[in-house]
C-alpha cells in the first residue's frame, strides 16, 4: 500500500502526474471546442440545400472517419514539417483530435437533426427563414436535446484519445508511465494512478450531460 | 386542361358571401394580372406523374377550394405554389414573379405566401406567442413589441388569446391548427395556402378552424384551399377545382360543380362522398 501511494509521493512523481494530466486537460478543452466547431459547422453542411456543401461534408466524414487516428497524428507530427511548417507538437496534437473527433461530431449532429420532425423546418421555411435561421432558431434548438448522450460519448472517448499525443513528444497523462518506469516505480501502481486521473476527469463530463439533458427537458 | 380565365371567375364571385364589390376593386387595382399562375406544371415522384400539365390562375381575393381522392396531387399542387415542392417542368408565377430557385429571394417570397400544414407544425419549443412573433420578428424585422402586440390581435382573433404562454403540445388540435393560422397571418401575407387544415383534427374541431378561414375568406384573403370538408367549399369557396391522377379535371362555381359535375371522374368522386 505505501508503494502505491508512494507512487504519487517519491520524489517529484506529483509534479509529473500533474504536468501530464494539465496537458491532457489543455488538449481535451482545446480539441473539444474547436472538434464541436467544425463538427458543426459539417453538419450544417451536411443538410444544406447546397450539393457541393453537401458532398464535401459527406467527403470529410468518410474520408476521415476511416482514417486511423495515431495516422492522422503522424501526418500532422511527421509529414506536415516536412512541408517547411514547423509547428510544435502540442499544437499539431490539437489540430489532429480536432480534424479526427470533428467527423464523429458532425454525425451526432446530423442525427440530432434527422430526429426532429421535417414539418418544423417546413414551417419555418414557409414563413420565410432562411437556411440559418431555420437551423439556429427551430431546428437545432429542438435537435440538441437529442444529441446531448452521444455527444457526450464523443468527448470521453476524444479525452481518452488524447494519450495518444504521448506517442508523438507530448508530455500528458499517457506520458505519464513512461517517466515513472525509468524511475524504477511499479508499472501497476502507476497504471492505476493514470486510470483513477481519467475516472476524476470524466467525472464531470458526464454530469454536465445529466446537467443538460434536465434542462432541456422541461422546455417544451 | 384550359386555363381557367378571371372572366369566368366574376360569375362565381356574386355567390360567396362577404365577398363585396370594393375587395374585388381592390384586388384588381395592385396588378392586373393574377396573383397565382401555374403554366404546364409536371412533377414526379419516382415514376408516379403527381402533377401533369397543371394550369391554374388565381385572382387576388379568390378563394379557391381544391378537391380530389386521394394521391391526386393536390397537397404536391400546395406545396409547389411556394416551393416546398419543386417542379419538374412548368412555370409557377406568384404575384407577377416567377418563383425563385432557393435562396434569399426564395425565402423573401414564402413570407408573402402563408401556409398552414395538416399537422399544424407549430415550433414545438416555442410558446404560441412566440411561434406567431417568431416570424415578424426574425423575417420581417418588426420591433418584438410591436410584434407581440399584433400577435395578440391575433390570437384574439382566432379565439386562444388566453393559450399565448403555453407550449404547442399543451393545446388540443383545434387551437394548434388556429394558432397556425394566426403564425401565417402574422407575416401580412399576399395569400394562403391551406394543404389539408383539418385532416388531423377530431371531428368536434374542425368546425372552430373552418370558421376562421370562413371569416379569413370573407375578408378577401386569396386563399388556396385543400381540402375534404365540401360544406366549407360549398359556402366559402369562389371556384372548385377537382383534381384526379394528378391532372385538373374539372372546375367551377360550387354550386355549379356540386349540382352538375361534368367529368364522370368527378361525378363518381361525389357519389362516393355524399352518400354518406
Redesign the interface.
Known amino acids: 500500500m505505501g508503494d502505491f501511494f508512494g507512487v504519487l509521493t517519491n520524489g517529484n512523481n506529483g509534479r509529473v502526474f500533474l504536468d501530464g494530466f494539465t496537458n491532457t486537460v489543455e488538449l481535451f478543452v482545446i480539441a473539444a471546442l474547436c472538434s464541436l466547431t467544425l463538427g458543426m459547422l459539417l453538419g450544417a453542411m451536411r443538410v444544406s ?1 447546397v450539393p457541393t456543401l453537401r458532398a464535401f461534408g459527406a467527403g470529410y466524414v468518410n474520408i476521415v472517419r476511416n482514417t486511423p487516428l495515431t495516422l492522422v497524428f503522424a501526418f500532422l507530427i511527421f509529414a506536415v514539417p516536412k512541408l517547411g511548417l514547423n509547428i510544435n507538437p502540442f499544437p499539431s496534437a490539437c489540430v489532429a483530435l480536432t480534424v479526427y473527433t470533428a467527423a464523429f461530431v458532425c454525425e451526432v449532429v446530423r442525427s440530432g437533426i434527422n430526429t426532429v ?1 421535417t ?2 423546418g ?9 437556411f440559418g ?1 431555420v437551423l439556429g ?2 431546428v437545432l ?2 435537435a440538441v436535446r437529442s444529441m446531448v448522450p452521444p455527444l457526450m460519448s464523443v468527448l470521453i472517448a476524444m479525452l481518452k484519445n488524447t494519450t495518444i499525443a504521448a506517442g508523438f513528444s507530448v508530455l500528458e497523462a499517457g506520458a505519464i508511465q513512461d517517466y515513472m518506469s525509468e524511475r524504477g516505480e511499479p508499472r501497476f501502481g502507476v497504471l492505476l494512478w493514470v486510470t483513477i486521473g481519467f475516472l476524476i476527469l470524466i467525472l464531470p463530463l458526464v454530469a454536465f450531460q445529466r446537467y443538460l439533458e434536465r434542462k432541456w427537458a422541461v ?2 | 386542361m384550359r386555363p381557367f380565365t378571371v372572366a369566368g371567375m366574376t360569375e362565381a364571385k356574386g355567390t360567396v358571401a362577404g365577398v363585396t364589390e370594393a375587395d374585388a376593386a381592390a384586388g384588381a387595382g395592385v396588378g392586373a394580372g393574377p396573383l397565382v399562375q401555374l403554366e404546364g406544371v409536371n412533377k414526379h415522384f419516382g415514376h408516379l406523374h403527381v402533377l401533369r400539365d397543371v394550369d391554374l390562375a388565381v385572382a387576388r381575393g379568390e378563394v379557391v377550394v381544391v378537391i380530389g381522392p386521394s394521391g391526386s396531387g393536390k397537397s404536391t399542387l400546395c406545396r409547389a405554389i411556394n416551393r416546398l415542392e419543386t417542379i419538374d417542368s412548368g412555370r409557377i408565377v406568384f404575384d407577377g414573379q416567377p418563383l425563385p430557385a432557393e435562396g434569399r429571394s426564395l425565402a423573401r417570397l414564402r413570407a408573402d405566401v402563408g401556409m398552414v400544414f395538416q399537422s399544424f407544425n407549430l415550433f414545438a419549443h416555442r410558446t404560441i406567442l412566440q411561434n406567431v412573433t417568431l416570424g415578424p420578428i426574425k423575417v420581417r424585422k418588426e420591433k418584438p413589441a410591436e410584434a407581440r402586440e399584433r400577435a395578440m390581435s391575433l390570437l384574439e382573433r382566432v379565439g386562444i388569446a388566453s393559450q399565448a404562454d403555453k407550449y404547442p403540445a399543451q393545446l388540443s388540435g383545434g387551437q394548434q391548427q388556429r394558432a397556425a393560422i394566426a403564425r401565417a397571418l402574422a407575416m401580412r401575407p399576399k395569400a394562403m395556402l391551406f394543404d389539408e387544415p383539418t385532416s388531423a383534427l377530431d371531428p368536434e374541431m374542425v368546425g372552430e378552424v373552418l370558421d376562421v378561414m370562413t371569416a379569413l375568406a370573407g375578408e378577401g384573403m386569396t386563399m388556396i384551399v385543400v381540402t375534404h370538408e365540401m360544406g366549407f367549399a360549398r359556402h366559402a369557396a369562389n371556384r372548385v377545382v377537382f383534381m384526379a391522377d394528378g391532372q385538373l379535371v374539372e372546375q367551377a362555381g360550387p354550386e355549379e360543380f356540386f349540382a352538375n359535375p361534368r367529368s364522370d371522374r368527378a361525378k363518381d368522386f361525389l357519389s362516393k362522398i355524399l352518400t354518406h
Request: proline content about 15%; cysteine-free; aromatic content about 0%.
Open positions: 440545400p420532425p414539418g418544423q417546413e414551417a419555418a421555411r414557409a414563413l420565410g427563414m432562411t435561421q432558431l427551430i434548438p429542438q422546455a417544451r
